[in-house]
């Protein structure tokens, strides 16, 4: 059994900064990319964030040169450091992997339960 475990969210102001946490944890064999989604009510789940296991990052539009996405492959852990943050960030985020686990062949992706982020005005 995989498991994401999500943590970091809450409360900012506007222009305030937060760091989102996931681990990932259980029989993993690799870790292909790892990265962070998000769902605003009544919006389809985006892509905000990802990296390879070598490092490579790619960010969405609304994201880049606010948001940094880093991991630490050792800790199979991502981190999403993310400043000047904005209303219209307020979502639930969502850690996902594409990774294989040890029992299986291929890779598949998993997600975490969600983390609330909330930016207020």
């Known amino acids: 059994q995989v498991q994401l475990v999500e943590s970091g969210g809450g409360l900012v102001q506007a222009g305030g900064s937060l760091r989102l946490s996931c681990a990932a944890s259980?029989?993993?064999?690799?870790?292909?990319?790892m990265g962070w989604y998000r769902q605003a009510p009544g919006k389809e789940r985006e892509m905000v964030a990802r990296?390879?296991?070598?490092?490579?990052?790619n960010y969405a539009e609304s994201a880049e040169g606010r948001f940094t996405i880093s991991g630490d492959n050792a800790k199979n852990t991502v981190y999403l450091l993310m400043n000047s943050l904005k209303v219209d960030d307020t979502a639930v985020y969502y850690c996902?992997?594409?990774?294989?686990?040890?029992?299986?062949?291929?890779?598949?992706?998993?997600w975490g339960q969600g983390t609330q982020v909330t930016v207020s005005s």
């Open positions: 259980g029989s993993i064999a690799t870790i292909n990319t």
């Open positions: 996902k992997a594409n990774l294989r686990e040890r029992r299986r062949v291929r890779t598949l992706d998993y």
């Open positions: 990296i390879t296991s070598d490092g490579s990052a």
